[in-house]
C-alpha cells in the first residue's frame, strides 16, 4: 500500500478484504485529527479578518464531514476551498455576503456538472500523468508550507517531528494525540491567560446565523466572478480528478467515480451557504492527512465531525479562543507529514514521457494548482499529437 510505514489490523485486513464499513476507535479519531493544518488556519482567518460567525462555519464543517464519511466509509475529506479562502481574507473589499454567494454558486455548478455527467466527460480530458503531477505538486506544497511553519520554532517543531515519525506505527498511543497534547501544554504555557479566558466563557446554546434571505444579487455576481470562478480549475483537478484517483488506490474495495465526489461537493457547499459556513471541497491532501495519522475508513471523519457539531452549538467562542492560541509549528508537523504521505501516493511504474509529464506538472503546481492543471492536459497532448518531444 502507500502510506509509509505502514501497519495493517485485523480490522483493517478485513476492510480491505471486502467488508467495508466504518470504524469507530482511538486510532481512526486520532486519524481524524490529520486534517487540522488546513482546517485550523482558515476558519481562524475567516472569523477573525472577515467577520464569519464561528457558529455557522464550525456546523457546516461538522454536518458535512458527518454525511461525508456516512456516505463514502473511507477518510474522504472536507476541507476549505483554499483559492476561495485566500481570496476572501487577503483582497480588499470582500464581504461575508460574497463568500455565502461564491458558496451557493459554486454548489450550483457542481451539482449540475454531476448531475448532467458533464464531470466524468471533462475527467477523462485528464490523463493520469497529470492526475499524478498534480498531487504530487500538493504533497510538495504541503510539505514546504509545513518547513516554513516549523521554521518558527525549531525547538518545539523538531521533537514534534521525532515523536510523530516514533509514533506512526504505534496503535496503542497514536502520534496526532500525542502533537494535540504537546500543542495544549505549549500553548498554554506559553500564555498564562489562556486557560482563565477559557473557563471564563459560559457554555450557552446558539443556532446559526441563516444568511441566504438577505443575500443581494450583487454578492452573488462579485462572489460568482472574484472568488468562485478562480476555484474551479483547482477543484477539479485536486478535489474531484485527484481525491478520487488517491481513494480508489488507496481504497480500491470502496472505489467513488468523479460523478459521486462532483455531487456531495454540490450538495455540502449549498448546505454550507444556508447555515453561514464557507465553501468547501474534498482536497486530496485531506485525505492523505487522516490516512497518514491512521484513519482507515469514513467512522473518523464521523467522529470529527460530531466534535465541531459540538463545538459550533455549545462552545464556538471557546474554539475560537483555542484555535488562536494553538502553535503554527504543531500544525507545521501535521502538514509536513501529510505532504509526505500525499506524495507517496504517485509512486507507480510509468513511461518516461508520463513520468515527465508528472514532474512538470507536479513543477507547475508548487506555483499555480490551475495553471498546472491546463500546462499539464496541453503538455501531455502536444507529445501525443508529436508536436514536440522529452
Same mark, same amino acid.
Given at each position: 500500500?502507500?502510506?509509509?510505514?505502514?501497519?495493517?489490523?485485523?480490522?483493517?485486513?478485513?476492510?480491505?478484504?471486502?467488508?467495508?464499513?466504518?470504524?469507530?476507535?482511538?486510532?481512526? /479519531?486520532?486519524?481524524?485529527?490529520?486534517?487540522?493544518?488546513? +482546517?485550523?488556519?482558515?476558519?481562524?482567518?475567516?472569523?477573525? &479578518? /472577515?467577520?464569519?460567525?464561528?457558529?455557522?462555519?464550525?456546523?457546516?464543517?461538522? #454536518?458535512?464531514?458527518?454525511?461525508?464519511?456516512?456516505?463514502?466509509?473511507?477518510?474522504?475529506?472536507?476541507?476549505?476551498?483554499?483559492?476561495?479562502?485566500?481570496?476572501?481574507? &487577503?483582497?480588499?473589499?470582500?464581504?461575508?455576503?460574497? #463568500?455565502?454567494?461564491?458558496?451557493? &454558486?459554486?454548489?450550483?455548478?457542481?451539482?449540475?456538472?454531476?448531475?448532467?455527467?458533464?464531470?466524468?466527460?471533462?475527467?477523462?480530458?485528464?490523463?493520469?500523468?497529470?492526475?499524478?503531477?498534480?498531487?504530487?505538486?500538493?504533497?510538495?506544497?504541503?510539505?514546504?508550507?509545513?518547513?516554513?511553519?516549523?521554521?518558527?520554532?525549531?525547538?518545539?517543531?523538531?521533537?514534534?517531528?521525532?515523536?510523530?515519525?516514533?509514533?506512526?506505527? @504505534?496503535?496503542?498511543?497514536? =502520534? *496526532?494525540?500525542?502533537?494535540?497534547?504537546?500543542?495544549?501544554?505549549?500553548?498554554?504555557?506559553?500564555?498564562?491567560?489562556?486557560?482563565?479566558?477559557?473557563?471564563?466563557?459560559? &457554555?450557552?446554546?446558539?443556532?446559526?446565523?441563516?444568511?441566504? =434571505?438577505? +443575500?443581494?444579487?450583487?454578492?452573488?455576481?462579485?462572489?460568482?466572478?472574484?472568488?468562485?470562478?478562480?476555484?474551479?480549475? !483547482?477543484? +477539479?483537478?485536486?478535489?474531484?480528478?485527484?481525491?478520487?484517483?488517491? @481513494?480508489?488506490?488507496?481504497?480500491?474495495?470502496?472505489?467513488?467515480?468523479?460523478?459521486?465526489?462532483?455531487?456531495?461537493?454540490?450538495? *455540502? @457547499?449549498?448546505?454550507?451557504?444556508?447555515?453561514?459556513?464557507?465553501?468547501?471541497?474534498?482536497?486530496?491532501?485531506?485525505?492523505?492527512?487522516?490516512?497518514?495519522?491512521?484513519?482507515?475508513?469514513?467512522?473518523? %471523519?464521523?467522529? !470529527?465531525?460530531?466534535? %465541531?457539531?459540538? +463545538?459550533?452549538?455549545?462552545?464556538?467562542?471557546?474554539?475560537? %479562543?483555542?484555535?488562536?492560541?494553538?502553535?503554527?509549528?504543531?500544525?507545521? #508537523?501535521?502538514?509536513?507529514?501529510?505532504?509526505?504521505? %500525499?506524495?507517496?501516493?504517485?509512486? =507507480?511504474?510509468?513511461?518516461?514521457?508520463?513520468?515527465?509529464?508528472?514532474?512538470?506538472?507536479?513543477?507547475?503546481?508548487?506555483?499555480?494548482?490551475?495553471?498546472?492543471?491546463?500546462?499539464?492536459?496541453? !503538455?501531455?497532448?502536444?507529445?501525443?499529437?508529436?508536436?514536440?518531444?522529452?
Amino acid at each position: 500500500m502507500f502510506s509509509l510505514l505502514r501497519h495493517v489490523t485485523k480490522e483493517e485486513a478485513a476492510i480491505e478484504a471486502g467488508r467495508p464499513g466504518n470504524l469507530y476507535n482511538r486510532v481512526e /479519531l486520532a486519524g481524524a485529527f490529520g486534517d487540522l493544518g488546513t +482546517l485550523i488556519p482558515f476558519v481562524l482567518a475567516y472569523v477573525t &479578518i /472577515l467577520g464569519l460567525d464561528p457558529v455557522g462555519v464550525l456546523l457546516a464543517f461538522g #454536518v458535512s464531514k458527518v454525511l461525508v464519511g456516512l456516505y463514502y466509509r473511507t477518510p474522504i475529506p472536507v476541507q476549505p476551498m483554499k483559492v476561495i479562502g485566500s481570496a476572501a481574507v &487577503i483582497q480588499a473589499g470582500v464581504t461575508p455576503g460574497m #463568500v455565502y454567494g461564491a458558496g451557493l &454558486i459554486t454548489g450550483l455548478v457542481w451539482l449540475i456538472l454531476g448531475a448532467t455527467g458533464l464531470i466524468q466527460r471533462v475527467a477523462r480530458l485528464c490523463p493520469q500523468a497529470v492526475t499524478r503531477g498534480i498531487v504530487l505538486g500538493l504533497g510538495f506544497m504541503f510539505m514546504l508550507e509545513g518547513i516554513r511553519l516549523m521554521a518558527a520554532d525549531l525547538l518545539l517543531a523538531v521533537p514534534g517531528v521525532l515523536l510523530t515519525y516514533a509514533l506512526l506505527s @504505534n496503535r496503542r498511543l497514536p =502520534a *496526532m494525540f500525542v502533537l494535540l497534547v504537546l500543542g495544549a501544554i505549549v500553548a498554554l504555557v506559553r500564555d498564562s491567560s489562556l486557560l482563565p479566558a477559557v473557563l471564563a466563557v459560559p &457554555i450557552s446554546f446558539k443556532l446559526p446565523f441563516f444568511p441566504l =434571505a438577505g +443575500l443581494s444579487w450583487d454578492d452573488l455576481g462579485r462572489g460568482a466572478l472574484l472568488l468562485a470562478l478562480p476555484q474551479i480549475p !483547482l477543484t +477539479l483537478g485536486n478535489a474531484v480528478i485527484a481525491i478520487t484517483a488517491e @481513494n480508489n488506490a488507496l481504497f480500491p474495495q470502496r472505489r467513488v467515480s468523479e460523478r459521486e465526489v462532483s455531487l456531495t461537493t454540490g450538495g *455540502m @457547499n449549498l448546505l454550507s451557504a444556508a447555515l453561514g459556513g464557507v465553501p468547501l471541497c474534498h482536497g486530496a491532501g485531506g485525505m492523505a492527512g487522516h490516512v497518514r495519522f491512521g484513519a482507515r475508513t469514513g467512522g473518523a %471523519l464521523v467522529m !470529527l465531525g460530531l466534535v %465541531l457539531v459540538g +463545538l459550533a452549538l455549545f462552545f464556538s467562542e471557546t474554539t475560537q %479562543l483555542v484555535f488562536q492560541a494553538f502553535p503554527s509549528p504543531i500544525l507545521g #508537523v501535521v502538514l509536513f507529514f501529510a505532504g509526505l504521505e %500525499l506524495a507517496a501516493t504517485t509512486r =507507480a511504474d510509468a513511461s518516461k514521457s508520463d513520468f515527465h509529464i508528472t514532474l512538470l506538472t507536479a513543477a507547475l503546481a508548487t506555483f499555480n494548482m490551475a495553471a498546472a492543471f491546463v500546462g499539464g492536459i496541453l !503538455l501531455y497532448h502536444a507529445l501525443r499529437k508529436k508536436w514536440t518531444k522529452l
